[in-house]
């Protein structure tokens, strides 16, 4: 079945600093999702992508829709504390409306 | 985007019992789906419930270890039966294809 492949699998970084992290797929996705979870709390949406080349910011985040279709990336500028949490990556389509998950990237903020 | 309300937010259970989850949405969404988190895992999706039909159920998972009811167009419930150590995970509902989900129920088997 689909996989995806999320990567870094955990970050320590210093606050301030900005953080990279990817997603790479052998299928081809329609869209990609990019996801916040905190402890105890469900994920929260963070990025939508909708189209091949698509780069979209939401305030200090930005990612980007591989032109491939089968790859996206996140990036936070300037890392606060309030960013620790894990990120998801999902894509969904190839033929499914179903979303296929990546295995998150923890994220580690320090003050 | 939609409100979901999920109940409990944890449990602790014995072995052998069951435990029903509810989702309650504050609007009316034709699909809802029911994913598990298991420990420090990824999402995997379980089944999907449609309004009025039989829920579908991803491969690995059965509705008489799973069952899921579907009343009305706002709320759902999913039942994990028969627990076992192994079921010891977070549950999840979401509507809108993934895009919103509920804050999960935490379970612990023992």
Redesign the interface.
């Known amino acids: 079945g689909q996989q995806l492949n999320q990567s870094p699998q955990s970050m320590f970084i210093q606050e301030g600093e900005d953080v990279s992290m990817n997603c790479t797929s052998s299928s081809i996705f329609n869209t990609w999702l990019w996801y916040k979870q905190e402890p105890g709390e469900g994920p929260v949406l963070l990025i939508a992508l909708y189209k091949a080349g698509e780069l979209t910011s939401n305030g200090r985040l930005t990612a980007q829709f591989g032109i491939t279709r089968k790859d996206s990336f996140l990036n936070i500028s300037a890392s606060i504390p309030s960013d620790v949490g894990i990120y998801f990556c999902a894509g969904q389509g190839g033929g499914s409306e179903k979303l296929v998950f990546g295995k998150g990237t923890k994220l580690t903020v320090n003050p | 985007s939609a409100v ?1 309300s ?1 109940k409990p ?1 944890r449990d602790i259970c014995q072995r052998g019992t069951s435990l029903t989850i509810q989702c309650q949405v504050d609007s009316q969404v034709t699909m809802m789906f029911w994913y598990r988190q298991q420990p420090g ?5 379980i089944a ?1 419930a449609n309004q009025g039909s039989e829920a579908t159920y ?1 491969s690995g998972f059965v509705i008489d270890k799973f069952p899921i009811s579907r009343p009305n167009l706002t709320f759902s419930t999913l039942t994990v039966s028969n627990m076992s150590p192994e079921d010891s995970s977070i549950y ?1 509902c ?1 509507v809108g ?8 129920t ?1 379970l612990t088997v023992v």
Do not use: K
């Open positions: 979901i999920q937010s895992q990824s999402l995997t999706l999907t991803e999840l979401s294809y993934g895009y919103t989900f509920g804050s999960g935490r």
